[in-house]
């Protein structure tokens, strides 16, 4: 018999999901059918692989179980074949295999950002429900959050949208080089839908760290009033920023990495 | 205060959720790493503030008695100021040497307790270690106290063994009626004379009475002492396992005497050192139940292990002495407690003592009636 808890814990697992997926959805959206995509067999070879890796991982239980570097290298193996052809280039000076870099590299990397996306989705939700660990559970919601709002923001900003695997690959490069941040400064905070699933991930992120890892034996109520304190002090904290003239959110991280880093220390030495 | 093992994963998290959205952008997640950074600044602030001032622990029973080996139930209870903001956990117990203890926690704060000794004597005192987490359980906290007024008396089963009468020689002198015929002036009953019974007794008025041709003789009391005196010495430094046995020897032995001569009619007088006082305390039992009063009294008190008149004083007026063979390796000692009827508890580390039949050697198993019918024929 499944507990409150537990359906609780289920939804937020399928709301944080689901908001990731929904993301995840509008960057597919702005593309073409991806299957139209697949312009020669370089894309085609690296897709489909991926693809029936990325099953394999998710499905196959024996592939499950291996550790997650291996995982990585698995679908990563485009990264090993580019080192050989590199070597390989470098010995005959071929322009071919100039060619071919370019195209396995913009590939995978566009490959990637259409296969890994869901999987990745997946596997934080499975993770969600079953790991106790919050330091996995709060750095795989921002990296995955900061991928999909990425690659939504990019082909957003892209027009035409991208007609192939490449031209997307290349879009992501352009992206990445500029600056890490700078994809996700298109699609910002006023976008809507954006705006919505900061908000059900902020949310949901409480919540479960209050259901799941802050309670001691008690009630939920004590950890969930102390966030919200936390969230209030927020508030005045960004419309005090706001009114000097300050980058809130730069002048946020600051209190946000500091003030734990400092507890700990104090911590540790009283130890 | 010390961080969980859960806060730390906590605090990795946040300052991992801190760094990664700083370097991604991720602005709604910059502010989730500062809410959680509050939270738990407000959190260490509280449970810092709690301390173990104004800290009630109320332990029910407070005193409990009853025979070795059976099991006691205690419930533990702490109330701490501002303890709705934190968690308690009475997380262990630490009971005196001697005592076993499981313990359940019942609900926060609460625990019960079941404890049972396998040996015979007087523990108190009760460690008590509480742990405190704050609301979020990020941090953890210890506090450590002792409280002095849990006590557990646990009684010799010799109090409970059945009492095998003993009677007194004729000859006995004593205070008391011994129930028993004997030699003193007043009359116990009227017998018919049985050859060899002594002809002094016949009662010749009586026997010219006599519709018929029986003799019939008086039969005189006999009498014990009112009192027998029991002197408790224990001198010798004897420590953990070897304390505990020597205190549950001497209450098993003490025990089993106090029964056959309360059973026998004697109150029992029991002698020891008064550390207080300088001199000798005595209680006077007549009841099994004032024998655990004593008992429990005299176990209260720490040895005396600096030679005293005291102890000489104990020596000389008791009928029984009841010590230890190390006691006895001093010979000064031993000497005046060679004279007397003595109960020798065994020591393990203790030489080997060849004993007259005044003494009897216990080790818990051996059988204590002779020494109680030689003090009742004194």
Not at chain 1, 216 to 226: A, N
Request: proline letters at 4%; one cysteine or more; aromatic letters at 8%.
């Amino acid at each position: 018999m499944i507990k409150t808890r537990d359906w609780m814990l289920y939804a937020l697992v399928f709301a944080c999901g689901g908001t990731l997926f929904a993301l995840y959805l509008a960057f597919l959206a702005y593309l073409p059918p991806v299957t139209s995509m697949l312009t020669n067999s370089v894309e085609s070879a690296i897709f489909y692989t991926l693809f029936l890796r990325a099953v394999l991982l998710f499905f196959v239980p024996r592939f499950r179980r291996i550790a997650g570097q291996f995982k990585i290298g698995i679908l990563s193996i485009e990264s090993f074949v580019l080192v050989g052809i590199i070597v390989w280039y470098i010995f005959t000076a071929d322009p071919a295999f100039n060619t071919l870099i370019g195209d396995i590299l913009t590939s995978w990397i566009a490959g990637g950002l259409v296969i890994i996306t869901p999987y990745s989705i997946l596997e934080f939700m499975i993770s969600m429900r079953k790991s106790p660990n919050l330091t996995v559970f709060l750095t795989s919601l921002v990296t995955e959050f900061a991928v999909v709002v990425f690659s939504v923001n990019i082909v957003s900003q892209v027009s035409p949208a991208p007609t192939d695997l490449q031209q997307l690959g290349i879009s992501v490069l352009g992206s990445v080089k500029v600056q890490a941040g700078t994809g996700l400064s298109g699609l910002n905070a006023s976008s809507g839908l954006v705006t919505a699933a900061s908000l059900v991930l902020y949310v949901g992120a409480i919540l479960y760290i209050v259901l799941k890892h802050g309670v001691v034996g008690r009630t939920f109520v004590l950890p969930f009033v102390l966030i919200l304190i936390g969230t209030i002090l927020l508030l005045f904290w960004s419309s005090f920023a706001t009114i000097v003239g300050l980058d809130i959110f730069v002048a946020l991280s600051t209190p946000a990495a500091v003030i734990p880093l400092i507890l700990w220390v104090i911590s540790r030495e009283k130890k | 205060m010390k961080l969980t093992k859960k806060g730390r994963d906590y605090l990795k998290a946040t300052i991992g959720l801190a760094v990664i959205s700083s370097l991604l952008g991720v602005k709604s997640m910059i502010a989730l790493a500062f809410a959680l950074s509050i939270a738990i600044l407000i959190s260490y602030a509280i449970l810092a503030s709690v301390t173990m001032t104004e800290t009630t622990i109320t332990i029910e029973p407070k005193e409990m008695r009853g025979f070795k080996g059976d099991e006691f139930q205690a419930t533990i209870s702490m109330m701490f100021k501002r303890g709705r903001w934190v968690s308690v956990h009475l997380s262990s117990f630490q009971l005196p040497d001697g005592v076993i203890v499981k313990s359940q926690e019942l609900s926060e704060g609460v625990a019960k307790l079941i404890v049972k000794s396998p040996y015979a004597g007087r523990f108190a005192g009760i460690g008590i270690r509480i742990e405190l987490w704050d609301a979020l359980g990020i941090f953890s906290k210890e506090f450590q106290t002792v409280n002095s007024q849990f006590v557990l008396e646990s009684l010799p089963l010799s109090l409970l063994a059945p009492v095998r009468a003993t009677k007194p020689i004729q000859l006995s002198i004593g205070e008391r009626s011994a129930r028993s015929q004997g030699t003193s002036l007043e009359l116990y009953s009227l017998e018919e004379y049985q050859p060899f019974t002594e002809t002094k007794n016949l009662l010749w008025k009586k026997i010219a009475r006599m519709p018929d041709e029986r003799l019939i003789v008086r039969v005189r009391e006999a009498t014990i002492p009112e009192i027998v005196r029991i002197g408790l010495l224990d001198i010798a430094t004897r420590k953990g396992e070897a304390r505990l046995r020597f205190a549950d020897l001497v209450c098993e032995g003490v025990g089993g005497l106090c029964n056959n001569l309360i059973a026998a009619g004697c109150s029992v007088e029991i002698l020891s050192t008064s550390r207080e006082l300088g001199g000798i305390e005595s209680f006077l039992v007549s009841n099994i139940s004032e024998l655990g009063d004593g008992l429990m009294s005299f176990l209260s008190k720490p040895a005396t292990q600096k030679e005293s008149i005291s102890q000489t004083q104990i020596t000389v007026l008791s009928d029984i002495i009841v010590t230890g063979l190390l006691e006895l390796e001093d010979l000064n000692r031993a000497n005046p407690i060679a004279k007397k009827l003595s109960l020798l508890i065994q020591d393990e580390n203790a030489l080997p003592l060849v004993v007259g039949d005044r003494s009897t050697i216990y080790s818990g198993l051996e059988d204590i009636l002779p020494l109680v019918s030689k003090v009742l024929e004194r």
